[in-house]
């Protein structure tokens, strides 16, 4: 936990490396100091089929989940500290947002959860 899940239409893909987009996201995240660095997940996910509004070209959104308990100003800094960052790595985007959600701790469940072994039921049990 977090996870960050970036989707993006496949052509921002040769404006940076997969590599670029992900380490910046990891990299605002860890800097904001709400998570341990080894819990922090990013992937992305490109899109060949998609349909934008006239005249647009391409897109990037990046869906945040985070577990509970961070405050609404916590949220607001990390997606506008992410969405500035990837501003300065795509310039020229059509579409570019972010969304940060939270994670339910009564629903969440994790292989370190389901452990016999892990009585305090800690989510980062055994990593």
Aim: charged share 25%; proline share 4%; aromatic share 10%.
């Amino acid at each position: 936990m977090p996870h960050f899940i970036i989707d993006c239409s496949q052509d921002v893909l040769l404006q940076r490396t997969p590599d670029e987009l992900m380490d910046a996201v990891y990299e605002v995240a860890d800097a904001t100091g709400l998570f341990a660095p080894n819990d922090i997940k990013v992937r992305l996910q490109p899109y060949q089929y998609y349909r934008l509004g006239t005249g647009k070209k391409n897109f990037l959104h990046i869906f945040g989940y985070i577990m509970e308990g961070r405050t609404t100003e916590q949220k607001t800094d990390l997606s506008r500290k992410i969405c500035t960052r990837l501003s300065e790595l795509l310039a020229d985007i059509s579409f570019l947002s972010v969304n940060i959600s939270d994670f339910e701790a009564s629903t969440y469940s994790n292989k370190a959860l389901i452990n016999p072994e892990n009585t305090g039921k800690d989510r980062h049990f055994g990593l």
